[in-house]
């Protein structure tokens, strides 16, 4: 069975077409579940950390958060099997929180780790 890829998302988001506000959590996992699927759990943390960096650089915003970035992609990786028809659904952006505390994952240090 092939695994389905989002090419057309990654490309957008590769080339900062999509808009700032347009960008959303479930444009997230879909390029994050393309990486995955394409290059392993390594590599595809590596694209999304530099993609989210040259994404925000493009609209000159910061607030890059590795803590979030790293914990969604193993989220990610762990359904990896998975339909991402099944998958996204289960995975809505609150989810983080059922494993770190806001404060946490806002922290300076959370940022950076």
């Excluded at 530099?50 to 803590?67: D, I, V």
């Amino acid at each position: 069975m092939s695994k389905q890829l989002f090419l057309d998302e990654v490309r957008r988001f590769e080339g900062c077409e999509y808009g700032l506000e347009e960008f959303n959590h479930g444009e997230h996992l879909k390029v994050a579940w393309t990486y995955l699927q394409l290059y392993g759990y390594e590599t595809a943390l590596a694209r999304m950390r530099a993609g989210l960096l040259r994404f925000s650089a493009h609209y000159q915003k910061t607030g890059y958060n590795e803590t979030i970035t790293a914990f969604w992609m193993r989220m990610l990786q762990q359904h990896s099997a998975g339909d991402p028809d099944d998958v996204f659904p289960t995975l809505g952006k609150e989810a983080i929180f059922q494993h770190f505390t806001r404060e946490r994952v806002m922290s300076e240090d959370a940022k950076r780790d």
